[in-house]
């Protein structure tokens, strides 16, 4: 069985500090990663892709992958408070990447 | 670009009623649409992967004749949820993943439908 985990949280960060989301994955074939933000009673969207091994970086989110070690982080530099939110690490598997396996989501709290 | 929108965004509706929710993809076209069910503070539960012009792929243990999805162009999807139950009651999001987009397995999300049966 495909799998993806997260620490369900919730992370409290103070304003300003680094927050680190991490998720594993238990398909090594895996061929992408996302991670999506999503709000309390929103559907999620779309913060970054990855799709090769080392560092991603878009404004102050920066991914990391580690196919190796089955890893895919997200740091979020600079942390507001509407951050806040639930992170969920996606992984898709398959030839065309058909397989969409989402992670339980880890809850980010970005203390004031 | 990636959007994609959703009708209704909420809708109650009472016990033994049908209700239709509908998924477009507004500036893509969409190979593939995915219907997911979401219960407060739990993930995601993918429900079915819905190809245009071909019969829904159900994830084990979501019942095909009561959640009826039609896909019958690149940038509409529709889910029936049939006899609903106050039990079917949940926040409905599709996704559709972009056919030539280079990232083709990207899947943006709708806003979302919460369903309420009473």
């Known amino acids: 069985q495909k799998e993806v985990e997260q620490n369900s949280g919730p992370l409290s960060v103070p304003e300003g500090a680094i927050a680190s989301l991490n998720c594993t994955y238990s398909d090594r074939v895996s061929q992408s990663f996302f991670w999506y933000r999503q709000y309390s009673g929103k559907s999620p969207e779309l913060i970054m892709s990855i799709y090769s091994n080392g560092d991603k970086e878009d404004g102050r989110f920066t991914a990391q992958l580690n196919k190796a070690s089955q890893y895919v982080s997200l740091l979020i530099r600079d942390s507001q408070p509407s951050d806040s939110a639930t992170y969920l690490c996606?992984?898709?598997?398959?030839?065309?990447?058909?397989?969409?396996?989402f992670g339980p989501g880890t809850r980010l709290s970005v203390l004031p | 670009g990636a959007v994609v929108s959703q009708h209704p965004s909420r809708v109650i509706c009472k016990s033994g009623t049908s209700v239709k929710i509908e998924c477009r993809s507004l500036?893509?076209?969409?190979?593939?649409m995915f219907w997911y069910r979401q219960f407060p503070k739990k993930s995601l539960m993918l429900m079915a992967t819905s190809n245009e012009g071909s019969k829904a792929t159900y994830e084990q243990g979501v019942e095909k004749d009561k959640f009826l999805i039609n896909h019958a162009s690149l940038t509409l999807s529709t889910l029936t949820v049939t006899s609903a139950h106050p039990e079917d009651s949940s926040f409905y999001i599709c996704?559709?993943?972009?056919?030539?987009?280079?990232?083709?397995?990207?899947?943006?999300f709708g806003p979302g439908t919460r369903l309420t049966v009473l």
């Open positions: 500036d893509f076209q969409a190979t593939t």
């Open positions: 996704s559709a993943r972009d056919r030539v987009a280079a990232s083709t397995d990207t899947q943006y």
């Open positions: 996606a992984v898709a598997t398959g030839s065309y990447g058909q397989n969409f396996v």
